[in-house]
């Protein structure tokens, strides 16, 4: 259960004052000190933390104990990469919104994006399978967002390219973030991106995908402008994808693939 980014806060926290934990200072796991911080992090929700900054896992944040909310999750190696390319202003961002239960009942959701980008889009980075519905709730609380895949452990193979798109099937792996309705790209580990324009479900054994080739740095600039660090990863010795832009909109190659 790990989180980037934790609160420092010189005295102990009481937990209903959130407003005031989120108003204190983001020490990011690289800059967490053992002798200055330790007993004295906490997530967003109040609950403390541990930094762990071992030889053998990515560096993270880690809860004293266990707990059930929305901040405990794993982070691995290519979400870490992700949001290593950004400043911390823009990492993990609480959003808390107050409504009706089906009982009509007063509640607050509470949910910890992964990033808000410059024009408040949330961007998720996502790898390891989640249930349907999750990715249903979280696009009926953040309305405005977009995923990223991560699939390098997805087996795939291309069966058609015209210019800047690519029709593949997915032909092994869980296919859980086909079930996404918000503007999804797919990092199969590649120099481009991938963005999900169609979905063939027709034969459940053979899903085909159509996709929009992306560079990264069209990626950025339309959705990192303005976040990231100046030493980010910009995976210029990626094998990429072979494409010709010749400026063709995705209906005029759909019948071609």
Known sequence: ???????????????????????????????????????????????????????????????????????????????????????????????????????????????IADMVNADDIVIEFQKSTIPEKVITQREKFYQNMIWVFGCEQHDMKIVNTESRFILMEITGGSLYFTIAKKQSFLDFGRRHLLEVIEIDKKRKTQIKIYCKIWTLVEFDKKFMSDCLREDCDQRKFHAGYEFEDDGRGFQDCKKFL
Not at 20 to 28: C, H, M, Q, V
Not at 42 to 66: D, F, N, S, T
Request: hydrophobic share 30%.
């Open 1 to 111: 259960m790990s989180l980037q980014i934790a609160y420092f806060f010189e005295k102990e926290v009481n937990i209903s004052d959130l407003n005031g934990i989120r108003s204190s200072e983001r020490i990011n796991i690289i800059d967490y000190d053992k002798e200055k911080h330790k007993g004295k992090v906490y997530c967003p929700l109040g609950h403390k933390l541990i930094g762990k900054q071992g030889e053998k896992v990515v560096w993270h944040y880690a809860h004293m104990r266990e707990y059930n909310d929305d901040c405990c999750r794993h982070m691995g190696e290519w979400h870490n990469l992700w949001q290593g390319r950004v400043y911390d202003d823009f990492l993990e961002i609480v959003t808390i919104k107050t409504g009706l239960n089906e009982k009509k009942v007063p509640r607050r959701k509470i949910h």
